[in-house]
């Protein structure tokens, strides 16, 4: 699938496939996980964190390089701040707890609760995956084929 | 040869960590990122050992910059479980051009496959293993 409905696309993170998982779609810490628990001004207010990181790091992505890392480009970054306000302002996506730059000039989003954790990855070549962890092992792992924005947020 | 011996399970490992790697305010212990093998990790995930090295000669990177040190005990390396498979520790060979006294690596944890579920698996696993970040340190511009 190539869409550039990047809210569209997105409205799978935050729903890990539970049966995959041996969870019960009713299962409390399933239910907790994929509505979240803040409250929509909270949830944005930590997008907004998100989004004002990435903005300075995009300003200076160079400060992100070290010995055998490569720092996301500027372009990568501002992709991503993109995305982040698209999901933003999709109501039931939470925001991530970390965002961090990837050692291949990529980023996360990432949040976990209890046994659970997922992972938004941008690839160094503007690609996006999807990873679900369960006790942190690797179970699921999906691309999403973003279009990138023509213009940033 | 002192330095170059087996590794005990009670002994403690460093591994240096980016100050973008971790935040004590989000969680105790580092990024997964942070034990993902880099270009140089081509033999394996590179590790010091307590035993020869300080926390703080082991943060020492890029003049001007800061990071951390996460404290991993062999024992607890060595009992992860992916499906069946678990990870080894090999100290650095004598004999061996390059080899540096004090060192180690995880040879399951290479370079080369750091992306395969398995590795990535295990690198989330080794982050949740830390036991101690040292830090921050903020190696002489």
Sequence with gaps: M???????ALRAYGRPDTRRLGLRSGFPEAQRFIYGVATDAARRVRWNEVIALLRKWAAKPEDLEDEGVKAPTSTLILHAVSVAGAMRETKELPAPRRVTPTNEGGLLFERWDG??????????????????????????RVPLHLVRPSRTL | MEGFEPIDDDEV???????????????????????????????????????????EQVSRGRPGKTYFVAHLRAGSVRSLLVATRTLTLRP???DVPNSEHGHCVIPELVYATRGSDESESFQRLLASTVHEVEGPFRTPA
Aim: charged share 30%; glycine share 4%.
């Design chain 1, 2 to 8: 190539i869409t550039n409905d990047i809210g569209a």
């Design chain 1, 115 to 140: 046994d659970l954790a997922e992972v938004l990855e941008f690839l160094q070549d503007g690609s996006c995956e999807m990873k679900t962890f369960y006790r942190d092992r690797l179970v699921q």
């Design chain 2, 13 to 55: 490992l460093y591994r240096r960590v980016l100050e973008v790697h971790f935040d004590r305010t989000v969680r105790a212990t580092p990024d997964p990122q942070a034990m993902r093998p880099i270009a140089q990790d081509v033999d394996g995930l590179s590790l010091k050992r307590a035993r020869y090295w300080t926390a």
């Design chain 2, 92 to 94: 650095d060979d004598p």
